[in-house]
């Protein structure tokens, strides 16, 4: 069976782990495809919320083999923590139902440190990372310079390699004011990691080939956004990865011509976490209650999120830049109780009009965007599960969107549960 990719298409945190969720009841694998704890999905079932940082968001369903792709960045002991945790919640966790890959790269403890001293250094100038390795892992990962998640099951190889990157990393530590890390104390511990984590590991390529042999349902599970794609994204203020749906190929080690339809999640208003441009923020009593009401607070930092009007030009890149062939917009509830609601359609620069998302700092510095604005409604829309019975400023608002960016709306939500999804569209898996 051909493959489904989900991707989002602001800066993260549009909902991407609920829909995934909601896909997943027809799904036999749900991979992970890049990126690390530094993303957060959040899941609301049966009243109670789970957060969850590496394993994919279809952990939830027992069917679902849950998948960690090469091209994710692991934190042994966050992953390992996890595990635990949603084995407590009473959450089946076996090497069965988790698998990941032998060549998905190592967070080590000085990955850590280093972006910590690198921020406090940086002061004014930091990029706001999450701290927590990511960007120093993929440095050592291009540089030939890492760990693999196998490397940890081979001691020797382990040891001997650990002696001398240590000693470079120490070396960079030092001179970033931050204290040394200890070898013997690394080997120990990321030894042990390796025991605990070797029954779940294999060989994901081969493992989704035979899937699709066997006329298996698959789906690509993104992190973060489009906007924070290392090559695409608001450069620097991005992540370390490619977020956009082709790497779903490459990250986990199946080929482009599987791919038959990629789902980009969209919020109904936009949020950003962190530096950079965000040209439809709001920095009023307007953006605070989309914060308040919307819960919009990093679950995997607590950060308060930025929050501003729904920006039409950056969605329409991101379907250009994914391939995107249907979207699910999410959050419409949050909008209930505002008089006037606006999306951006273009941008201005000076007497210029640009439809598209610019590439520098320099230019996102002037854009003035040009807004649309609509009546809103007092309504509360949560649990609606026909569009019939949306109000009809609602259904006006969604209808513009997708006039505008000419890919059709396939799902919407309509409030944080599991069973709050308006569903246009059922045939996702044939």
Same mark, same amino acid.
């Given at each position: 069976?051909?493959?489904?990719?989900?991707?989002?298409?602001?800066?993260?945190?549009?909902?991407?782990?609920?829909?995934?969720?909601?896909?997943?009841?027809?799904?036999?694998?749900? !991979?992970?495809?890049?990126?690390?704890?530094?993303?957060?999905?959040?899941?609301?079932?049966?009243?109670?919320?789970?957060?969850?940082?590496?394993?994919?968001?279809?952990?939830?369903?027992?069917?679902?083999?849950?998948?960690?792709?090469?091209?994710?960045?692991?934190?042994?002991?966050?992953?390992?923590?996890?595990?635990?945790?949603?084995?407590?919640?009473? !959450?089946?966790?076996?090497?069965?139902? =988790?698998?990941?890959?032998?060549?998905?790269?190592?967070?080590?403890?000085?990955?850590?440190?280093?972006?910590?001293?690198?921020?406090?250094?940086?002061?004014?100038?930091?990029?706001?990372?999450?701290?927590?390795?990511?960007?120093?892992?993929?440095?050592?990962?291009?540089? &030939?310079? /890492?760990?693999? =998640?196998?490397?940890?099951?081979?001691?020797?190889?382990?040891?001997?390699?650990?002696?001398?990157?240590?000693?470079?990393?120490?070396?960079?530590?030092?001179?970033?004011?931050?204290?040394?890390?200890?070898?013997?104390?690394?080997?120990?511990?990321?030894?042990?990691?390796?025991?605990?984590?070797?029954?779940?590991?294999? +060989?994901?390529?081969?493992?989704?080939?035979?899937?699709?042999?066997?006329?298996?349902?698959?789906?690509?599970?993104?992190?973060?956004?489009?906007?924070?794609?290392? +090559?695409? /994204?608001?450069?620097?203020?991005? %992540?370390?990865?490619?977020?956009?749906?082709?790497?779903?190929?490459?990250?986990?080690?199946?080929?482009? %011509?599987?791919?038959?339809?990629?789902?980009?999640?969209?919020?109904?208003?936009?949020?950003?976490?962190?530096?950079?441009?965000?040209?439809?923020?709001?920095?009023?009593?307007?953006?605070?209650?989309? &914060?308040?009401?919307?819960?919009?607070?990093?679950?995997?930092?607590? &950060?308060?999120?930025?929050?501003?009007?729904?920006?039409?030009?950056?969605?329409?890149?991101?379907?250009?830049?994914?391939?995107?062939?249907? =979207?699910?917009?999410?959050?419409?509830?949050?909008?209930?109780?505002?008089?006037?609601?606006?999306?951006?359609?273009?941008?201005?620069? /000076?007497?210029?009009?640009?439809? %598209?998302?610019?590439?520098?700092?320099? +230019?996102?510095?002037?854009?003035?965007?040009?807004?649309?604005?609509?009546?809103?409604?007092?309504?509360?829309?949560?649990?609606?599960?026909?569009?019939?019975?949306?109000?009809?400023?609602?259904?006006?608002?969604?209808?513009?969107?997708?006039?505008?960016?000419?890919?059709?709306?396939?799902?919407?939500?309509?409030?944080?549960?599991?069973?709050?999804?308006?569903?246009?569209?059922?045939?996702?898996?044939?």
């Amino acid at each position: 069976m051909p493959a489904i990719v989900v991707v989002g298409t602001q800066w993260g945190d549009e909902g991407k782990g609920k829909i995934v969720d909601f896909l997943t009841a027809k799904a036999h694998f749900v !991979v992970r495809f890049q990126g690390g704890n530094n993303a957060g999905h959040t899941l609301v079932i049966n009243q109670k919320k789970y957060i969850l940082h590496l394993i994919p968001s279809g952990i939830f369903h027992p069917q679902t083999v849950c998948v960690i792709g090469n091209g994710v960045v692991v934190d042994p002991a966050v992953l390992i923590s996890e595990i635990e945790n949603l084995k407590n919640a009473g !959450v089946e966790i076996t090497p069965k139902k =988790l698998k990941i890959s032998e060549r998905a790269h190592a967070i080590m403890p000085y990955h850590k440190a280093l972006d910590l001293a690198r921020e406090a250094k940086a002061k004014k100038n930091k990029i706001g990372t999450t701290g927590r390795g990511i960007g120093p892992c993929y440095e050592d990962k291009v540089a &030939r310079r /890492g760990f693999r =998640l196998i490397d940890l099951t081979r001691p020797k190889y382990f040891k001997e390699r650990l002696k001398t990157i240590l000693e470079e990393k120490n070396f960079f530590l030092q001179y970033l004011s931050a204290e040394p890390l200890d070898y013997k104390e690394i080997c120990e511990k990321y030894l042990e990691f390796g025991k605990y984590l070797k029954p779940y590991l294999t +060989d994901v390529s081969s493992l989704l080939w035979e899937g699709f042999k066997k006329n298996k349902n698959i789906l690509f599970e993104g992190a973060q956004g489009t906007y924070l794609d290392i +090559d695409y /994204g608001t450069y620097p203020y991005v %992540t370390s990865s490619n977020t956009l749906a082709g790497n779903a190929c490459c990250g986990s080690g199946l080929g482009p %011509t599987f791919i038959k339809e990629v789902i980009g999640i969209v919020k109904a208003y936009t949020t950003r976490v962190g530096e950079g441009p965000f040209p439809t923020e709001l920095k009023d009593e307007i953006g605070e209650y989309l &914060r308040e009401k919307g819960g919009e607070y990093g679950s995997t930092t607590g &950060r308060p999120r930025r929050c501003g009007w729904l920006d039409l030009v950056m969605v329409k890149f991101a379907i250009k830049l994914n391939g995107i062939t249907s =979207l699910a917009l999410t959050k419409l509830d949050v909008l209930s109780g505002l008089s006037k609601i606006k999306l951006c359609v273009v941008y201005r620069i /000076g007497k210029k009009i640009l439809e %598209t998302f610019p590439t520098t700092l320099e +230019d996102f510095s002037k854009i003035e965007p040009v807004y649309e604005e609509f009546p809103g409604w007092e309504e509360n829309l949560e649990g609606i599960e026909d569009l019939n019975k949306l109000p009809k400023e609602a259904k006006e608002y969604i209808k513009t969107i997708e006039s505008y960016l000419g890919v059709p709306i396939s799902i919407i939500s309509t409030g944080p549960g599991r069973e709050n999804c308006l569903i246009l569209r059922d045939n996702f898996f044939h």
